[in-house]
Structure formats: C-alpha cells, structure tokens
C-alpha cells in the first residue's frame, strides 16, 4: 500500500537521551516535513526537505536533527538539548505544496 | 504578526447549518491554500486546496480565496455530527527561492450540536 509510515507510535525517553523518529514514504514525494504539535495546539514546523540532501530549519528547530539521504525517509533526532520534547511529532510528504500525514509518534519524558 | 492566523475557537453550529472557518495570512506571495481536518488524537487530513481567487466547491464543502485580502476561508454546508474536529489552515510559504514552507494556523475547534 502507498503512504507514510512513522514509527514508533509510542515512544518513551529518559531525560539525557536521544532519540530518533522513523518516517518513510513510498509516494515518490519530493517534498517531505516534521512537525510538533502540543496538546490543543496547531502544528509546528521542525525541519522541511524538498530533494535528497537539502534540508531546512523549520520554526522551532533548536534540539532536533534530520537528515534526507534518501528519497524515501526522512528520520527526525531529538536530542538531549531538546528542553520540552514531550509532544506529538507528525511527517508528512507532498508535491506542489499539498501534504499528507503520517499516523504520527507520541514521544513521552520520564 | 503570525503568517497563519485562524479563530481557535471554540466554534459551535447546529447540524444541518453553515459551519464558516477562516484563516489570513502575511505573505502576499503565498501561491497554494489548504484546509486539513483533524480528530482527536489523529493525523491531519487534506480536506481542500485553493490556488486561484474566487470559490471551489466539493461536495459540501466550498474553500474560498482573496488574495487582495489575504484571507481565505472553508464553508461547511448541511454540518454533520461527524464534521465536528478541529480545521487547521495552511499556506505555502516561500522564504527562499526552491524552498516552499508549509505552515500552519493554530486550528480552530469545531463543534456541530445535534
């Protein structure tokens, strides 16, 4: 089946720890994103990338990696200089500026 | 000045009324628009997209733009109980050449009462 696929759904984190989020895509989309979104709030933009190699900082870049060696993935790394990492993180992938989500990661500190 | 800014809500509407959401933005480049639907504890779905002035209609849902205005908004005709979620709004923004942004407003809740 064509989509996104984000993985873990779930995922706990001690405090000092980096974690990394999985995100492929086999819509052959050139374009893909990561997102934060807090409870009752809107999305965030983290990183964004439109070709293999070239990435962007979003708007709240500070404490998160990426990297785009491939087409199809495009894993976000939350580090330990992430001060408030708990949220919900979301990829998406699109062409011409129209988006599509994937199922989304629930990242918890304890 | 936010570059995506919508009404958070919340915004109630009886079923079977029009349900209006609206959305501006500050880039006047702005070329492509888009209404995403999301429930609770889900992922955002495309629901609209806009590129041109004027009206697009799909089925009970009509997305308008005014880009003299810089707004844009989503009509919801004969609501359901099931439109009742949160609408967010997004703009493809373009801060440099080849590198177009999605972003998004905050959302705004709504809720369709029976």
């Known amino acids: 089946d064509g989509g996104i696929t984000q993985s873990p759904k779930y995922l706990f984190r001690k405090e000092g720890q980096n974690v990394t989020l999985s995100c492929e895509q086999n819509?052959?989309?050139?374009?893909m994103y990561w997102y934060r979104q807090d409870p009752g709030q809107g999305l965030r933009l983290i990183y964004y990338?439109?070709?293999?190699?070239?990435?962007q900082k979003g708007d709240i870049a500070e404490g998160y990696s990426v990297s785009r060696e491939k087409k199809e993935s495009f894993p976000l790394t939350v580090t330990s200089a992430q001060k408030n990492p708990t949220a919900f993180y979301l990829c998406?992938?699109?062409?011409?500026?129209?988006?599509?989500f994937g199922q989304g990661t629930r990242l918890t500190v304890v | 000045q936010k570059e995506v800014e919508q009404n958070s809500g919340p915004l109630s509407v009886p079923e079977g009324a029009i349900a209006s959401l609206n959305c501006t933005y500050s880039?006047?480049?702005?070329?492509?628009f888009f209404w995403y639907r999301q429930y609770s504890g889900k992922s955002p779905e495309l629901i609209m997209f806009?590129?041109?002035?004027g009206d697009k209609e799909d089925g009970r849902f009509t997305a308008q733009l005014n880009k003299a205005s810089q707004y844009v908004s989503l009509l919801i005709r004969d609501s359901q109980p099931s439109d009742s979620a949160t609408y967010l709004c997004?703009?493809?923004?373009?801060?440099?050449?080849?590198?177009?942004?999605?972003?998004f407003g905050t959302g705004t809740r709504l809720t369709i009462i029976p």
């Open positions: 880039d006047r480049g702005s070329q492509s």
């Open positions: 997004a703009v493809n923004i373009e801060p440099n050449f080849g590198n177009e942004k999605l972003t």
């Open positions: 998406a992938s699109g062409r011409t500026g129209e988006a599509f």
């Open positions: 990338s439109q070709i293999v190699n070239d990435f």
């Open positions: 819509l052959n989309h050139d374009a």
């Open positions: 806009i590129y041109s002035n």
